[in-house]
Nanobody, 122 residues
Framework: VQLVESGGGLVQSGDSRKLSCAAS????????MTWVRQAPGKELEWVAT????????NYGAGVNGRFTISRDNAKNTLYLQMSALKPEDTAIYYC????????????????RGPGTQVTVSS
């Protein structure tokens, strides 16, 4: 299993940014996927999850209404569209694979990518 995130960088408060995660080494369309993040000096935080068929999505309270998780099973790619970014969104964002077809929470993922840094300046 390989998960490689991209799209991070330095953005201004209020900006939008789209993260991507290229997946390989497993049947991407058969598994739920989740984004998690870790801010400096803080614990890992669950951000959003999506089922294998993209019908069901769920979001953490801190990003609900601002972030959108999506996937393209034909391209083996997971996305996270981030809008109205705030300085508190500054973190390393990780793409993770769930062990079953539906989405999963923080302690349930079985593989994680190396992450991509998102820094939001005020």
């Amino acid at each position: 299993v390989q998960l490689v995130e991209s799209g991070g960088g330095l953005v201004q408060s209020g900006d939008s940014r789209k993260l991507s995660c290229a997946a390989s080494g497993f049947t991407f369309g058969s598994y739920g996927m989740t984004w998690v993040r870790q801010a400096p000096g803080k614990e890992l935080e669950w951000v959003a999850t999506i089922g294998n068929d993209a019908v069901i999505t769920n979001y953490g309270a801190g990003v609900n209404g601002r972030f959108t998780i999506s996937r393209d099973n034909a391209k083996n790619t997971l996305y996270l569209q981030m809008s109205a970014l705030k300085p508190e969104d500054t973190a390393i964002y990780y793409c993770t694979k769930c062990p079953r077809h539906f989405g999963c929470r923080l302690a349930e993922y079985d593989y994680r990518g190396p992450g991509t840094q998102v820094t939001v300046s005020s």
